[in-house]
């Protein structure tokens, strides 16, 4: 919330935003849809210990970002990746079953941790949840499109890097919808803000 009225004051104080962007960069731009998925918050999992199933278990990740298996205990697996889990498991479960052929698999049963907010000028504005990787101008879609206040050749895309920097990134809806600077209508990320002046 004061990252929003932040953002608001930098958009009222100075008669809009002046974000330096170079273009090149949009290319650049993570797309969660060309890398293994990130496990969340709420997200449903199914690890496997074959030939062992009383070491197996489906799991919710908890609030905590942690899970609990047999014998291992809890286990921090929010912002790690199915193949770093398995990993993990496997180094943990080595300390117990000395059998090789004990082969750790897991998959995400529930994507349940994906969730971005659309804020502003916008018809309904608010925090949206899917099981698909929205782009910009999908979220701004679901969220039932710009206003007719809107300055939709204004709008910014806030995103937190893993470092914690919150980054603002400018978005010209009217390009994007145009299909002449399609290159804008990136991939949301789990956090992410798309605010309508």
Request: charged share 20%.
């Amino acid at each position: 919330m004061r990252k929003l009225l932040l953002l608001a004051l930098l958009v009222a104080g100075c008669g809009g935003p002046t974000i330096v962007y170079d273009p090149a960069n949009y290319a650049k731009e993570y797309d969660p849809r060309k890398h293994e998925y990130i496990i969340g918050v709420s997200d449903g999992l199914q690890i496997t210990v074959w030939r062992n199933p009383d070491l197996s278990a489906g799991v919710t990740v908890r609030p905590d970002g942690t899970v609990t298996m047999p014998l291992i205990g809890d286990l921090k697996v929010a912002g790690s990746t199915p193949s770093q889990v398995k990993a993990e498991v496997t180094q943990k479960l080595s300390a117990f079953v000395k059998d090789e052929s004990a082969v750790v698999t897991v998959a995400v049963t529930g994507v349940n941790s994906y969730r971005f907010t659309v804020a502003g000028n916008v018809a309904h504005a608010g925090i949206f949840e899917t099981h698909y990787y929205v782009t910009v101008a999908e979220a701004i879609a679901m969220a039932g499109g710009p206003t007719r206040f809107a300055d939709t050749d204004q709008i910014l895309l806030v995103r937190t890097d893993p470092n914690g920097r919150v980054r603002q990134i400018p978005i010209n809806y009217e390009a994007v919808r145009s299909r002449a600077q399609p290159e804008q209508d990136l991939v949301l990320m789990t956090g992410d803000t798309v605010f309508l002046p």
